[in-house]
């Protein structure tokens, strides 16, 4: 939201977020005051939807637009979204039914919904500004130096990324490993305490600006996705914009983003064996890993604002 709000602004459009709180319910209260302190000056509430906690913060959300009179447009960001639909029917139909669109950013959320009985959908994928994204081509050579970029928490199951670097070593594979990103539910100490466990070095940065994992990444020559559970993972379409190969698992949208073997490798979830064949592969083949990067880059022109604009603006400039 942080991001497609500023890209709105640029566009004219008055936008007011909510919330910038870290402790849950100071967050949750300040997103039902927001939206009832603008009522009256509002013409759409956007609403960033996932499947974990923050799915409640949706429902009540638009609870809350729903009685003051106020459309809302739920954006389905959440890859394990189906369980909630499975889990909480009623819930889930209280929130999307009523709702004035669902925005999805993949093919395959957008399915999924459909597959639910849901019609109000629209596709409108993930943003990005492409002149943020330097494309540089990696020069693939020991020590492997491997990036993970993503919120710690269980559905991105980042003690896998632990798990492959250990075995890269074992397999006499010189390899580093940096992991961005903040914690949500205990899982960073969880991989730290992993890590020191099999005896393996993992640079932890914590959550970085996206100016400063950007600057990072330049350092690196893989990006690996070792998640359960995605939908359309705007840190795996940046390193596809920065020439990152990207080695990710075979969940939820992730086919939908990545042709295997075309612009990224795709392998079964939670397998480390499958992420070192591959990232050994890369090693490997260095020609596979340019053809990957160039035509990763070429596919996530799609996604650059000055093509996504227009769809936003055929979408809120209609009631």
Known sequence: MQALGSFLQGEGCKVVFASSKRNQILRFLDMLWTCYKHRNQVDFVLID??????????????????????????????????????????????????????????????????????????????????????????????????LWVRSFSKIYNPTLAVTVLKRLLDEGVPTELCMVGPDVDGSLKTTKTLAKELGVEVTFTGKLSKTDWIALSQDYSVFINTTHFDNMPVSVIEAMALGLPVVSTRVGGMPYLIEHEKDGLLVPPNTAEAFVVAIKRLLATPNLAKTIALNARVKVEQFDWTHVKGQWEQLLNTR
Do not use: W
Request: charged share 15%.
């Open 49 to 146: 939807t996932y499947s974990t906690l923050n799915f409640y913060y949706a429902f009540a959300v638009s609870q809350l637009c729903k009685l003051l009179g106020l459309p809302y447009i739920p954006i389905l960001h959440g890859g394990n979204l189906e369980a909630r639909l499975k889990k909480n029917p009623r819930l889930s139909r209280m929130l999307f039914k009523h709702a004035q669109h669902l925005v999805s950013p993949s093919q395959f959320m957008l399915r999924v919904f459909e597959h639910y009985g849901y019609s109000n959908l629209v596709f409108i994928p993930n943003s990005l500004n492409l002149e943020d994204y330097a494309f540089q081509l990696r020069k693939l050579k020991p020590p492997v130096k491997l």
